[in-house]
């Protein structure tokens, strides 16, 4: 939800305490985005293992091609 206040600059962002907010500045404007929720963070932590695996793996690069299900991935 963006700021009340606009017209904000990278050194008023960076004047703000660091607090553990996620600040973000798009156009002038102040938004703070709401933390993860636990469902994107489930997503986000069977991506990375499914990376994970993908890089330890052997793929060559013939099968580089086939698209791989997420089950197939985790398998």
């Not at 997503?43 to 086939?66: E, G, K, N, P």
Request: hydrophobic letters at 35%; glycine letters at 4%; proline letters at 7%.
């Amino acid at each position: 939800m963006p700021a009340l206040v606009a017209d904000w600059t990278i050194d008023r962002l960076d004047a703000l305490p660091d607090d553990g907010q996620r600040y973000e500045l798009i156009d002038g404007v102040l938004h703070v985005p709401p933390s993860p929720n636990e469902g994107h963070q489930d997503v986000a932590l069977a991506l990375s293992h499914s990376c994970s695996i993908c890089r330890r793996s052997s793929i060559t690069h013939s099968d580089s091609r086939r698209l791989y299900s997420f089950a197939e991935m985790l398998a």
